[in-house]
């Protein structure tokens, strides 16, 4: 049911360590490629790190002044680029600022893809304190850096309570 997998769905900061085979990681990509945007555009790039030295280099970027400590045990990341949007002629000729929507874009995809990592048991944490520049040094990404999804199996034996605001503070019906 999706209202479990709303639920399932949680920022795992406990890794069990358990290495995660990389088929997995294709398919949330491709669960974030199905993903709606601004006239299609599509504008996001996902880059895939899989244990080894590019996932020691990927911890090292996204910890930064002691941050994320938990990365250390995850096994696997996406880098979460994005890409130029290509809106419509009609659309674009309207539009001063092409990349207008391409971070919702980017943020809906990012959602496709850590729901369907629930759905296939993997704990994700997206991660917005990125070290860009470092990114860009060893990985030789010139795209926009907009997050890194770590992605591995959870210690925890069940999800958390959600913590959130209440509906009626962020649903208004106007009748
Ligand atoms: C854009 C974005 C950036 C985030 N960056 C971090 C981060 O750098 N470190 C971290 O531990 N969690 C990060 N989070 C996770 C949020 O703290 C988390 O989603 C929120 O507290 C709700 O908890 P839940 O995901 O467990 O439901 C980020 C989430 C989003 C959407």
């Known amino acids: 049911m999706f209202n479990e997998l709303i639920l399932k769905r949680e920022s ?60 250390q045990n995850c096994p696997a990341f996406a880098i979460v680029t994005e890409q130029p949007a290509t809106l419509k002629p009609a659309i674009a000729e309207r539009i001063k600022d092409k990349q207008r929507w391409a971070q919702n874009d ?8 850590c729901l369907q990592a629930a759905d296939l ?32 199996y959870s210690a925890d034996e069940k999800p958390r309570n959600k913590v959130r605001k209440a509906l009626e503070d962020v649903c208004v019906v106007i009748e």
């Not at 980017?106 to 893809?113: D, E």
């Open 12 to 71: 795992c900061r406990n890794y069990n360590g358990e290495p995660v085979n990389t088929d997995l990681l294709i398919k949330c990509v491709d669960a974030a490629r199905l993903s709606p945007s601004a006239c299609n555009s599509q504008p996001w790039k996902y880059y895939i790190i899989n244990g080894g030295e590019n996932a020691e280099k990927i911890r090292d970027c996204i910890q930064p002044n002691g941050a994320n400590k938990f990365v």
């Open 106 to 113: 980017v943020g809906l995809s990012v959602a496709h893809y």
């Open 121 to 152: 048991g993997l704990g994700t944490c997206i991660i917005g304190m990125v070290e860009e520049e470092k990114v860009r040094e060893y990985f030789g990404i010139e795209d926009k850096i907009r997050l890194v999804i770590a992605t591995g």
